[in-house]
């Protein structure tokens, strides 16, 4: 699962390395496991699910990954604004992927939710990606 954690590490830093959604956050504000008392808003790393994708003479492997968007603002239009930020970042973007070639990076869907025992807005937006092993 080395290519899981690879895929992980190349979405964080594509994140992070895009300018206009680092500001809307208020900085750098994208994490696999948000630490507490965190100001909001913010990203983290969501359920990977990860499948074989493999042809009668290639291997791969078919991702879906959710990024999660988290606000306290009234309303949803703050979560609605990161997720767009986040879907630019990401969506069909030329990632670079350690060890393997990323044949796809595609958004798929977003569900916005308020988590009324939280008092939080939560975006979630689902991605798919496949990869092969780089010879």
Do not use: C
Request: glycine share 6%; net charge neutral.
């Amino acid at each position: 699962m080395r290519s899981a954690l690879e895929l992980q590490k190349t979405v964080h830093a594509a994140l992070l390395g895009h300018a206009p959604l680092v500001a809307r956050l208020g900085g750098s504000r994208v994490h696999d496991h948000a630490p507490a008392r965190l100001d909001f808003p913010y990203l983290t790393l969501g359920r990977v699910s990860i499948a074989d994708h493999s042809t009668s003479t290639e291997t791969g492997e078919e991702f879906l990954l959710t990024v999660n968007v988290w606000s306290q603002a009234k309303g949803k239009r703050e979560t609605y604004e990161i997720a767009a930020l986040a879907r630019a970042a990401l969506d069909d973007a030329p990632l670079a992927v350690a060890g393997q070639s990323l044949s796809m990076f595609r958004f798929e869907a977003l569900e916005v939710r308020f988590d009324a025992s939280a008092g939080v807005h939560h975006g979630a937006l689902r991605f798919r990606a496949v990869t092969e092993p780089q010879p």
